[in-house]
């Protein structure tokens, strides 16, 4: 199993819509978890982090961790065309030291 | 707001040259990250430093060094660049700790002929 698992996508969603983005971990995964948005072209920057169960939630982004079932979405809501991009979901690996793993990215289309 | 920079945005090497790649964070920030990312693979960690002077291989280290002298600087190293290692390279930086949110910077398109 890989350690953080995405659908590639492509995920189209008309523009106003909800864009939901889903990822699934492994037990080597923990703690904590980071959500990247990138651009073709350009290197990931970083739009939400979760630390603990349940929601967060920063402007027209949440962020869901479902520690349980190894599970973690993001919700973009009213989607905009300048939200298409790929979207990195990543987890702090267990094994200690800083390591961070990335899933390999779903990328959104937001539909005009 | 944290800044990331990194040397080159774009490089093109022949195959046996030794190839530098610089990265410099402004943040103070402890632990510093070279990755690769490469189409249908993601994002993959060649090494790590935690601290001056400190270095962890990440997944796929061979075929790579790594360097740092100072806090807010970062090398990698290619010893013998070869077509392989054609790839967009990534630094990042962060605070340690189990937070641990990374910053990256713009970037490294490397390519060998």
């Known amino acids: 199993q890989k350690e953080v698992e995405q659908n590639s996508g492509p995920l189209s969603v008309p523009e106003g819509a909800i864009a939901s983005l889903n990822c699934t971990y492994s037990d080597r995964v923990s703690q904590s978890f980071f959500w990247y948005r990138q651009y073709s072209g350009k290197s990931p920057e970083l739009i939400m982090s979760?630390?603990?169960?349940g929601d967060k939630e920063d402007g027209r982004f949440t962020a869901q961790l479902n520690k349980a079932s190894q599970y973690v979405s993001l919700l973009i809501r009213d989607s905009q065309p300048s939200d298409s991009a790929t979207y990195l979901c990543?987890?702090?690996?267990?094994?200690?030291?800083?390591?961070?793993?990335f899933g390999t990215g779903t990328k959104l289309q937001v539909i005009p | 707001d944290v800044k990331v920079t990194q040397s080159s945005r774009y490089l093109v090497k022949r195959t046996g040259e030794k190839v530098f790649l610089e990265c410099v964070q402004d943040m103070d920030h402890e632990n510093m990250f070279w990755y690769r990312q490469d189409p249908g693979l993601g994002l993959r960690l060649i090494y790590f430093?935690?601290?001056?002077?400190?270095?962890e291989k990440g997944d796929i280290p061979e075929g790579y060094s790594v360097s740092r002298e100072k806090k807010e600087r970062f090398s990698l190293i290619l010893e013998s660049a070869s077509t392989n290692q054609t790839s967009m390279y990534l630094c990042?930086?962060?605070?340690?700790?189990?937070?641990?949110?990374?910053?990256f910077g713009p970037g490294t398109r490397l390519t060998v002929l």
């Open positions: 430093s935690y601290d001056v002077k400190m270095k």
């Open positions: 990042a930086s962060g605070v340690m700790g189990s937070y641990n949110e990374q910053f």
């Open positions: 979760i630390y603990s169960n």
């Open positions: 990543a987890g702090l690996h267990s094994g200690g030291y800083q390591k961070v793993t």
